[in-house]
């Protein structure tokens, strides 16, 4: 009977998400995940725009005699900066109807243990 007995309270997580808990009350919503994933993800789009945005301009800076190799640059450029207007347009949408959804917390909650 000791299999019953033990606490079911806290499920400590196989592998635990980076900025996340380590454990969390099974009573605790899919929120934290989502938090977390929407933060990582945040952060990844960033990142790989900016290096877009790096890769068009080399790319552009090479190019000096072929115009159609700056055009491909300059369209690899915009759509960066498009990709990443759109990231950040969903951060302020979410901030602006829950600013937890988008705040990184590193501390854990007061819901998991």
Do not use: H
Not at 14 to 30: M, R
Not at 68 to 77: F, L, P, V
């Amino acid at each position: 009977m000791a299999l019953l007995e033990q606490n079911t309270d806290t499920y400590t997580l196989l592998e635990q998400l980076p900025g996340g808990p380590s454990a969390i009350n099974t009573d605790t919503t899919s929120y934290t995940y989502f938090k977390v994933i929407y933060n990582t993800a945040l952060m990844l789009t960033v990142a790989l725009a900016i290096l877009m945005i790096v890769v068009g301009g080399v790319q552009y800076t090479i190019s000096w005699a072929s115009s159609s190799a700056k055009g491909e640059a300059k369209t690899r450029i915009f759509s960066a900066i498009g990709g990443l207007v759109l990231a950040l347009l969903s951060y302020l949408i979410l901030q602006t109807i829950n600013p937890a959804l988008v705040t990184p917390s590193f501390i854990p909650d007061a819901t998991v243990k």
